[in-house]
Every structure is written in structure tokens, then in C-alpha cells.
């Protein structure tokens, strides 16, 4: 702000303003040159803000005014074309549900009209952009987009979950000794960092062969879908699986012995769409038996006798199990694996994206602001860890009670990923993601932290593709070369002294 003197606040009635008040205080003493605009009358004002209010009318009797519903916002625009900076304290995160009215819509608009050119003014939000709900991240009619938002003790969902995400900014935490405990609701949602991730990931020692590694088990292909077989094994083998070994229809094993040189092949009985059988049931378990985790749902068609397949080794196999794509249809209908507590013997992670998951749950969409909510409703259902991909995967585990055991009205933990592009709306980029995570699951990591890491490995992958070349031309086997340099970035946190 040193080289930008001149800035506007505009306050609400609630605490939020009560911020600003405060910042425009500090900001005069500083020397800044600086006008108050509030939207709500004195007489409405919380007592927090009230009490600022009060010390800035001393401070400053000539730079503060009230913008009255229905009056000319004249000045107020003559100030908004001259500021340097603007700073949002209208709404904060006791805005929650109900649309913004319309005066306050009409002054978020004119701020967004003078910040949005190139040349504008820099915007600061206080807590979370004014428009924003911050519970969720939806926006209730219209928001400020900010610059960067001034965010107090923690970040809020509607700070890092879409649509809100977009409007702010950089986000900035600022410790100002609010208690432990005090936002107990948000205390519940977690960014996984690079640095948790590191320290999560199974470190090798120099004795440590393949089998110690981890076998994984991969349950994928029909014919016409053996990429997306390929792109889960290969996804593992890159993330340290020691062993894959895919299962796949009898028909389709010369493809796979021909492009998955890594890979170990078991052909096994096929329908007569090329897809695996039911027969096949007790042979694949006998197979998990000898592997730390399994794959299960890449590619495998829908084809009804596989589904049955699915269906009971879910219940039967005794490793934890990732269930993805068309496995996902296992979870549905009169014979579909709820209260999971009672039918499954081991973990279970699914990862569905918003299509797959509205389906297995009977809704007919999910909104952007309902994807948290939703998943954790997931999570509850099948009691398992619930990856809903996306912009903004979010991660969910529905957490034992001090017996153990799954129940009602367990709380969810959720994780809300923030690595990753748009250049990863590309078939193929969740058998990669599918691949990863199975790895890491049969490396020994426990569910939620293995979807947690996997997630933020396989976004961070793109994000280092896309720095030296195109989102647009991303392809989900580039994700392989990003994988190795994630990896490499890891090696050098855990192996400091061999690196």
C-alpha cells in the first residue's frame, strides 16, 4: 500500500464492518488518504462496529458517510474511479443462505465495475469477499471479487470451495489470537499442504525390495476400454507401488502383455462383451489374498454380470479397496453395499466425480456450493472415504466413536484440494488419480490420508506439466511425467541427507 495513498472502505452494520472501521482508523493514522463509505444506519450497527464507528467519527468527522438506499451514488462512484486500493468489509462470515439485497448488490457492482479493468483500483476483502456464503462457497446473488482476502484464524469453505473460491483472490491468514475451538464448524475442513503430504508418504529404507513396497491388485479393462486399465497401473507403478498386478478379460490380455511392460497380467473368464464375469469371483479373491490393496472399476463396462462381480468382492475382499468409474454402479439399487460397517471386511475409498456420484445417489445434479455437503452425505452412506474430483476435489471420511464404530451421527471430516487445473478435464486423469491412490493405499497408507495425498499429488503433477506447456493440449498420460518430479520434490524433504 506504500505506493498507493488513496483508498476507499465500505462498511456493513455487522463486525465485518466493524474491521473496516478499524482498518480505516489504522490507515489514517498512517497517513493514507482514505473515505468511509457504510451501508447500513448507526442505529443498526453490531456493537462491535458501533464502538469503532464511534472512535473514527472522532478521529475523522468529515471522512466517513452513509450510503442510503435509494439515494445518488454519485460520490460514492467519483471515489471508487480515484482510490488506489478498496477495502470490502460490507458482508463477512455471518452472511449465510438468504440473497444479498439490492442496494447492497448495487454497490457490490460498482466496485466490481472499477476493479475488474486492468488499471483499477486492488481490492481487499475482510474475512471472505462481501456476496460470498462462507459455509459453502456459493454466491447469494452477486459478490466482490477481491484481490486478496484478509482471513481471520482459519480459512473458511466459501474461501477455498467454487464458485466462492474464485472472487478471493489471494487468500491470506492473519492470526489475531482468536481461540482454539472458536470456529469449530470450519475446524472440520482441511487444505492439505505439500508439506503434510511429504511427511504422510511411507518412506523407504535401502534394505526395502518390491514386495515390501506394496503389491496393489487392479480390477479393470473391457474391450474398448483398456486405457483406462493401462492409465491405473501405470499411475501406481509411478507413485511406488512395488507390484501391480491387473486383472483383466482373457480376450484383452495380449493388449495389456504388450503395452503394460511393469505390470504383471491375469487373465481371467469373460462375458460375452468382452467384460470380466462372475465366475471369475472366487479366483480374483483368491489372488487379493497375497496383495496389500486393490483397485477395483476402471473401465470394466456396465455390463450387469460384472457389476454382480463387483458387487460381492466389495463385500468379500479382505484389502482395502478403491472402487472408481463404472464399479461405481456396484452402489446402486436394491442390492447396493450401504451401512458398510456390516457387509465390508476391509476399507473402502471411492471416487466418484459429480455425474457418477448424483447417479449412485438418485439426485438429478449437484451444484457447485452442494459438493462438500453432498460428499460427506456420501461418506455417511457407504461409510467409506468419499473423493468427489472436480474443481476443488473434496475428500471425505465419516470418523469411528471411542467403540470403533461407524453411527448416525458421526462427524465428517473433510479435506478440500486445491492444487490441480482445468487443463485436467481430460479423459483418462481419474484412472491415473485411481492409480495413485491405490499405490499409496498399498504402501500402507491409511484411507483418507492416502486420497487426501494422492489427490494433492496428482493436482500438483498437472500444475508442474502446465508450467511448460498448454493446459489445453494436457493429456492424462502427461500426468506421468509430473508424478516422477512430485516424487522427486518429496524425495528431497524425507531423504535430505541422501539427495
Known amino acids: ?30 497517513g ?6 457504510y451501508i447500513a444506519p448507526p442505529d443498526r450497527f453490531s456493537p462491535d462496529s458501533s464502538y469503532y464507528y464511534n472512535k473514527l467519527s472522532l478521529a475523522a468527522p468529515d471522512r466517513s458517510r452513509y450510503l442510503i438506499p435509494g439515494a445518488s451514488l454519485k460520490d ?29 448488490i448495487d454497490i457490490i457492482e460498482m466496485i466490481n465495475s472499477v476493479s475488474r479493468n486492468s488499471k483499477g483500483p486492488w481490492v481487499y476483502a475482510v474475512d471472505i469477499p462481501s456476496g460470498i456464503d462462507s459455509d459453502n462457497g456459493k454466491v447469494l446473488g452477486n459478490a466482490v471479487y477481491a484481490d486478496k482476502t484478509i482471513t481471520f484464524g482459519c480459512k473458511k469453505v466459501g474461501n477455498i470451495n467454487y464458485p466462492g473460491a474464485d472472487f478471493n483472490g489471494q487468500t491470506e491468514i492473519l492470526d489475531i489470537g482468536i481461540p482454539a475451538g472458536y470456529y469449530e464448524e470450519y475446524e472440520q475442513i482441511f487444505e492439505p499442504s505439500f508439506k503434510w503430504v511429504a511427511e504422510k ?8 525390495y518390491k514386495h515390501q513396497v506394496g503389491k496393489l491388485l487392479v480390477v479393470a479393462g473391457s474391450l474398448g476400454f483398456t486405457g483406462a486399465a493401462s492409465m491405473a497401473c501405470m499411475g501406481a507403478l509411478r507413485s511406488g507401488a512395488g507390484l501391480v498386478t491387473l486383472v483383466c478379460p482373457e480376450e484383452l490380455n495380449e493388449i495389456f502383455e504388450e503395452k503394460l511392460t511393469e505390470v504383471i497380467t491375469y487373465p481371467v473368464k469373460q462375458t460375452d462383451m468382452a467384460a470380466l464375469h462372475f465366475d471369475s469371483l ?17 473401465g470394466v463396462s456396465r455390463d450387469t454380470d460384472t457389476i454382480h462381480l463387483i458387487r460381492e468382492l466389495i463385500k468379500k475382499i479382505k484389502i482395502p479397496v478403491l472402487l472408481d468409474a463404472d464399479g461405481l454402479q456396484a452402489l446402486r439399487g436394491p442390492h447396493n453395499i450401504e451401512d458398510g460397517q456390516k457387509v465390508r471386511s476391509a476399507d473402502l475409498v471411492i471416487t466418484p466425480h459429480t455425474g457418477e456420484l448424483s447417479s449412485i445417489l438418485g439426485l438429478e445434479k449437484i451444484a457447485l456450493e452442494e459438493r462438500l455437503e453432498i460428499n460427506e452425505q456420501a461418506s455417511r452412506k457407504f461409510n467409506a472415504v468419499s473423493v468427489l474430483k472436480g474443481a476443488r476435489t473434496v475428500i471425505s471420511e465419516r470418523l469411528l466413536d471411542n467403540s470403533k464404530k461407524y453411527r448416525e451421527n458421526n462427524p465428517v471430516i473433510s479435506y478440500i484440494n486445491t492444487t490441480g487445473n482445468w487443463g485436467m478435464a481430460s479423459a483418462g486423469t481419474g484412472d491415473i488419480l485411481s ?19 494422492g489427490v494433492y499429488i496428482h493436482g500438483l503433477a498437472a500444475d508442474i506439466i502446465c508450467k511448460r506447456t498448454s493446459r489445453t493440449s494436457l493429456i492424462a498420460t502427461d500426468l506421468l511425467e ?17 539427495i
Open 32 to 37: 493514507y488518504d482514505i473515505n468511509i463509505y
Open 201 to 208: 508418504i511411507p518412506k523407504k529404507h535401502s534394505w526395502t
Open 435 to 453: 492409480g495413485i491412490i491405490g499405490s499409496l493405499l498399498c504402501q500402507g497408507m491409511i484411507p483418507v490420508e492416502a486420497a487426501v495425498g
Open 482 to 498: 509430473g508424478i516422477k518430479e512430485v516424487f522427486l520434490k518429496i524425495e528431497k524433504i524425507k531423504y535430505v541427507k541422501e
Open 282 to 298: 472366487d479366483e480374483i479373491l483368491e489372488l487379493a489374498e497375497g496383495m496389500d490393496a486393490a483397485v477395483i472399476g476402471p
Open 1 to 30: 500500500l506504500k505506493r498507493a495513498p488513496r483508498g476507499v472502505v465500505v462498511c456493513g452494520g455487522g463486525n465485518n464492518g466493524g474491521d473496516g472501521f478499524v482498518a480505516a482508523l489504522h490507515l489514517l493514522e498512517f
Open 76 to 104: 460514492f462512484a467519483i471515489r471508487l474511479g480515484k482510490c488506489d486500493f478498496i477495502i470490502d468489509a460490507i458482508f463477512g462470515t455471518g452472511l449465510r443462505g438468504d440473497p444479498v439485497r439490492k442496494h447492497a
